[in-house]
């Protein structure tokens, strides 16, 4: 881990952002569905946001959860599209390349 202290914030936080659904990235390890339910299980999923009220406030935050459950969900969108799956969970119906491309022009 000595690596990491040589590493500046933003490089940090591309990284934790890149071990998002790595297994899936790397191995199609997990299906659309697997994934979906891992991160939609209101009583053990893997987003927790606490103090959401002071990420309102917060335009600065709120932009940063909104990237990153923007990636979770394309990320999840894209394992659907692997498995040319003809159902997915309506939250994703509407999910696309746009959001990478938006992001790009930043």
């Known amino acids: 881990m000595e690596w990491y202290k040589n590493v500046n914030t933003d490089a940090k936080v591309a ?16 299906s659309g569905d697997e994934l979906y339910e891992r991160f939609n299980d209101e009583d053990d999923g893997l987003i927790l946001i606490e103090g959401y009220d002071e990420i309102k406030e917060n ?11 923007d990636a979770v969900c394309y990320a999840i969108w894209q394992a659907y599209q692997y498995e040319k799956a003809d159902d997915v969970p309506q939250i994703l119906e509407m999910e696309s390349d746009q959001p990478l491309i938006s992001l790009m022009r930043f």
């Open 59 to 69: 335009p600065q935050a709120k932009f940063v959860l909104f990237c990153i459950m």
């Open 15 to 30: 990284y934790l952002l890149t071990l998002t659904c790595w297994e899936w990235v790397e191995e199609k390890k997990h």
